[in-house]
């Protein structure tokens, strides 16, 4: 069955960087777009990026668009979120999913974005 299994949360300080990874295994990880999404306290879930299979087009939620980069490594089954310039308003879980707009997500990593 899908696993995804994200890492690399923490606490950081505003203007910092964190390096998130998702290990994906139970699907052809190389034939399947991913995406990131979070959720604040008490707020719902929000998109924030997503790469497809193949040529690995990325897109972005304007709220990170300059801040943030997905990439992939395919040999790896790896789906990787660069966070750089993180706000506090970046606090958040974030889980990656299967698939581009709908599939299953992991059980999430806590970041942190606090002085």
């Known amino acids: 069955q899908v696993q995804l299994v994200e890492s690399g949360g923490g606490l950081v300080q505003p203007g910092g960087s964190l390096r998130l990874s998702c290990a994906a295994s139970?699907?052809?990880?190389?034939?399947?777009?991913m995406r990131w999404v979070r959720q604040a306290p008490g707020k719902g879930l929000e998109w924030v990026s997503g790469?497809?299979?193949?040529?690995?087009?990325?897109t972005y939620a304007d709220s990170v668009k300059g801040r943030f980069i997905i990439s992939r490594d395919n040999a790896k089954n790896t789906l990787y979120l660069q966070m750089n310039s993180l706000e506090v308003e970046d606090t958040a879980v974030y889980y990656c999913?299967?698939?581009?707009?709908?599939?299953?997500r992991g059980q999430g990593t806590q970041v942190t974005v606090s002085s």
């Open positions: 999913a299967k698939g581009t707009k709908s599939g299953p």
């Open positions: 139970g699907f052809a990880f190389n034939l399947f777009g």
């Open positions: 790469i497809s299979s193949g040529r690995g087009i990325t």
